[in-house]
């Protein structure tokens, strides 16, 4: 691990305003993945703001009836809090999906968001990754590709996002706020948060130089049958190979995202007005436009088949 210089934050705004005077600085929180990565000099930042003094762990309604999650709100909490295992149900099952009590005692709601892809290529820095060093070529493309994406791919990037919170966010409708070192505040939505690859894979946000998320916020509660099917290679502790987010209302309806298939959560509007004529049809229109490699087709078979599982369990 490289040396570099420590501050702990007194605000948002001198968190902010710290980050953006310093291209090589990163806001740490519970660092489940920060700190792997600078192990690895994956990530190497001179100068690490510590934010976890900044009152960001809260759990508050809002005037619409929904919630707003701070962003240092741990996992654990977060999952078991009592508003949200009522009325958030795929959130609170996505979360306890993910990595293992430990990790999630320290994982945060923003971290969560913003850990970087599980691709061995970009854990490796003997292998070119575009995400690690742009321009330097993805290993992925001509090697192991049984865990990587399917659509929203390119031909500099073929990497997955790995957070299960992310998956139930983008079903719900979230919205991701932030604030800058101006002191101006943003709201994300949740589908507009993460980037495809495209010719910049190593672009994974729209979040700006310095910009430090605050919290994330619910709408009021849809109702429905909220359910989240993880598969992956071994019971506990892995990441999905892919995995579905469904909402389903008792007329049909619904709402459907999809993890492991892409390099941010995937969610296709259009597709959902097909949930009430089954699972074939519906991943039709997901998965249009689909782009395996000969090792991952597989998946474009197993999401039809686990959300055919997913509806047949919502409706009885």
Known sequence: MRAFTYEKAASVEAAAKAAAGNADAKF?????????LMKLEIEAPTHLIDVNGLRLDTIEPTQDGGLRIGALVRNTDLAADERVRRDYGLLSRALLAGASGQLRNKATT????LQRTRCPYFYDTNQPC?????GSGC????????QHAVIGVSDACIATHPSDMAI???????IVETVSADGSTRRIPMADFHCLPGDTPHVETVLRPGELITAVTLP???????????????????FA??????IV???GSGRVAVGGIAHKPWRVEEAESELAHGAKATTAILLKGARPTEQNAYKVTLVERTLAAVLSEARG
């Open 249 to 251: 209302q008792p007329d």
């Open 241 to 246: 190979l892919i995995s579905v987010g469904a």
């Open 168 to 174: 139930a966010m983008r079903a719900l409708d979230a």
């Open 28 to 36: 740490i929180a519970g660092g489940t993945n920060l700190l792997d």
């Open 130 to 134: 575009n995400k690690r060093n742009p």
């Open 139 to 146: 290993a992925a493309l001509a090697g192991f590709s049984r």
């Open 110 to 113: 923003a971290g969560n968001l």
């Open 220 to 238: 009021a509660p849809v109702g429905g049958k909220q359910i989240y099917r993880k598969v992956r290679d071994r019971a506990s502790y892995a």
